[in-house]
């Protein structure tokens, strides 16, 4: 398949597979104690995983300010290092939290907080530039949005950042960032399970890349069976907005039956079921860059290789559309 795709009208390129670094935070929690990482992790191993993807031709990864507050920047940061230059950068903003005691406190929608939160993330990240900054406050107000828009466009001014997106699953927030010359993408949810039509079409009006989070459902895609026996992973105590999972943290049997339902299809030419999941997002449109997380060298070796085998063919997204009865 084609390797790389371009962030929208930036013309930045980036590998069609990007790494999204929520999970190598490791471990964090909002106020009320809620677990909002994926567990424990082995920093090493996260800098060898980061390595590992980047020689295997990963050049996009995406983490955010809030992810282990502040440990996703600092350790991608560390195993970037010196081959910095070779990637396309994507943090977020939009959160305030506590270090030391890996606490998320709230949100902070000023224009202020987005430089104190650039120069935090420049700082952790051990680099004079972001390449796409992203607006992490998914129902931030529209018109506090346009003035975040404006204030990213003199970022862009200042050289800081290279573009910008917005973190959103509306199409109608997506497009107050999408009228600033430097908007360049909007991260949102799409995987087999959860179609986007409207932001894909969002996309394709405004010329904007579709950087896709979840696009394994929290692992479902990839062949997970049950929730984490972890108490600090979130899919121990999913929160309303993770779909798939139910209480007790056991995955949702009608999204597993589905899931079984496309396994055939999913697993063609050899692809794994992640890969499969991956090749799906590929096809949906030429736009889509999915992030999937990592926490290991093997799961980087297994999403990397999704690449080998490219996107699903026309006809397989009209069998799964069929069979999901969409």
């Known amino acids: 398949m084609e390797t790389n795709r371009t ?5 930045i390129e980036v590998s069609a597979l990007g790494f999204g670094c929520w999970a190598i935070g490791g471990e964090w929690q909002s106020s009320e104690g809620q677990p909002l990482g994926w567990g424990k992790v082995d920093d090493e191993e996260s800098v060898r995983a980061v390595r590992r993807a980047l020689d ?17 920047e600092r350790v991608l940061g560390r195993a970037l290092g010196k081959r910095r230059d070779d990637v396309v950068l994507a943090t977020k903003w939009g959160n ?16 202020a907080h987005a430089r104190r939160a650039l120069t935090a993330s ?4 051990g680099t004079d530039r972001i390449d796409l900054y992203q607006l992490h406050i998914s129902d931030a107000d529209p018109g506090r949005a346009a003035e975040l828009r404006d204030t990213c466009e ?30 360049a993408a909007v991260q949102h949810a799409l995987n087999v399970m959860q179609d986007a039509p409207d932001l ?10 579709s950087i896709n989070r979840s696009p394994l459902a929290m692992g479902l895609l990839a062949g997970k069976r049950q929730g984490p026996q972890d108490t600090g992973d979130i899919r121990s105590k ?18 597993l039956r589905r899931i079984d339902a496309l396994k055939d299809i999913l697993t063609s030419e050899g692809r794994t079921l992640a890969q499969g999941a991956l090749a799906w997002i590929w096809a949906r449109s030429p736009r889509t860059v999915p992030i999937p ?34």
Request: aromatic fraction near 10%.
């Open 7 to 11: 962030l929208g009208r930036s013309g």
């Open 56 to 72: 295997l031709g990963v050049t996009f990864f995406d983490t955010a300010d809030v992810y282990g507050t502040g440990h996703s």
């Open 96 to 111: 305030v939290f506590d270090e030391e005691s890996r606490t998320l406190l709230g949100t902070d929608d000023t224009p």
């Open 122 to 125: 420049l700082d952790r990240l």
């Open 154 to 183: 003199q970022f862009v001014r200042e050289g800081l950042i290279r573009a910008y997106a917005w973190s959103t699953d509306d199409p109608a927030r997506a497009a107050v960032f999408a009228e600033g010359e430097y908007c």
């Open 200 to 209: 894909l079409a969002l996309c394709e009006e405004s010329d904007l890349a």
């Open 238 to 255: 999913p929160p309303t907005w993770l779909p798939g999972f139910g209480n007790g943290a056991t995955a949702d049997p009608e999204w």
């Open 293 to 326: 997380g990592f926490r290991s060298v093997t799961q980087a070796e297994q999403n990397a290789g999704a690449m080998e085998k490219g996107p699903l063919t026309a006809d397989q997204l009209t069998e799964i559309d069929r069979i999901l009865g969409r």
